[in-house]
T-cell receptor
C-alpha cells in the first residue's frame, strides 16, 4: 500500500505570494497516476492537476505540478483570495488502494 | 452539463445497513470508472471503493472490505454502494466520482451524501 505524506500541514501566506505544497510517497508512483485536488468548505473536491503536471480544464496557469518517483509538488504562483483552501494529492496507479494524502490547508496570513 | 447526484444517506444505528445511489447525467456512463470516496467530519478524503466501467472489476479499502459492496447499472446510469454492519467510524460524507477511462482529466464528483452511524 502506498502512503502519501503531504507537507506542510498548514501553510500561512498572503495573497500575491507563492505557495509550494509537497506530496511524498512511500513507494514510487507513476507520474501518470498522481493528481492534486482543491477542496473548499462544504464543497466537493475539484481536480486541479492530473498526471502530475497536467492542468485540468479551467484551472488557471498559476497552478503547476511537478515531480516524479516519490516526490511531487504543487506550486501556486501569485496567490489569489479564492486559492485559500485544502489541497490533497492522490495516487491512482495500477493497484489499489488509491490513497490520498492527509491534506495541506492553505490559509490567509 | 455533467451531474453526479448521490442519495440514500441518513441516520442509521450501529450494525445497520444502508444503500447509497449515485445517478449520472450528461456523460456516457459506461465510459467511466466509478469510485466512492468518503470524508469523515473535519477529516481528509478516504478512497473506499472502485468499479471498472464494465462492472467486472471491483476494489475496496481494507476499512470496508467484507462490509461494503459496490455495483453499477450502466443501463440506468447509476452507481451503488451497499453498506452493512455499519460502525460509528463509517460516519462521513460519501462522494461518488467518475473518471473517464481514456484519461485526459475528465473527472467528476458528486456533492456528497451524509451517512451518520449513531445510536
Amino acid at each position: 500500500e502506498i502512503v502519501l505524506a503531504q507537507s506542510p500541514g498548514t501553510l500561512s501566506l498572503s495573497p500575491g505570494e507563492r505557495a509550494t505544497l509537497s506530496c511524498r510517497a512511500s513507494q514510487s508512483v507513476s507520474t501518470s497516476y498522481l493528481a492534486w485536488y482543491q477542496q473548499k468548505p462544504g464543497q466537493a473536491p475539484r481536480l486541479l492537476m492530473y498526471g502530475a503536471y497536467n492542468r485540468a480544464t479551467g484551472i488557471p496557469d498559476r497552478f503547476s505540478g511537478s515531480g516524479s518517483g516519490t516526490d511531487f509538488t504543487l506550486t501556486i504562483t501569485r496567490l489569489e483570495p479564492e486559492d485559500f483552501a485544502v489541497y490533497y494529492c492522490q495516487q491512482y496507479g495500477r493497484s489499489p488502494p488509491y490513497s490520498f494524502g492527509q491534506g495541506t490547508k492553505l490559509e490567509i496570513k | 452539463q455533467v451531474q453526479l447526484v448521490e442519495s440514500g444517506g441518513g441516520l442509521v444505528k450501529p450494525g445497520g445497513s444502508l444503500r447509497l445511489s449515485c445517478a449520472a447525467s450528461g456523460l456516457t456512463f459506461r465510459d467511466y470508472y466509478m469510485s466512492w470516496i468518503r470524508q469523515a467530519p473535519g477529516k481528509g478524503l478516504e478512497w473506499i471503493s472502485h468499479i471498472s466501467n464494465s462492472g467486472s472489476t471491483k476494489y475496496y479499502a481494507d476499512s470496508v472490505k467484507g462490509r461494503f459492496t459496490i455495483s453499477r447499472d450502466n443501463a440506468k446510469r447509476s452507481l451503488y454502494l451497499e453498506m452493512s454492519t455499519l460502525r460509528a467510524e463509517d460516519t462521513a460524507v460519501y462522494y461518488c466520482r467518475g473518471d473517464y477511462v481514456f484519461g485526459g482529466g475528465q473527472v467528476y464528483w458528486g456533492q456528497g451524501t451524509l451517512v451518520t452511524v449513531s445510536s
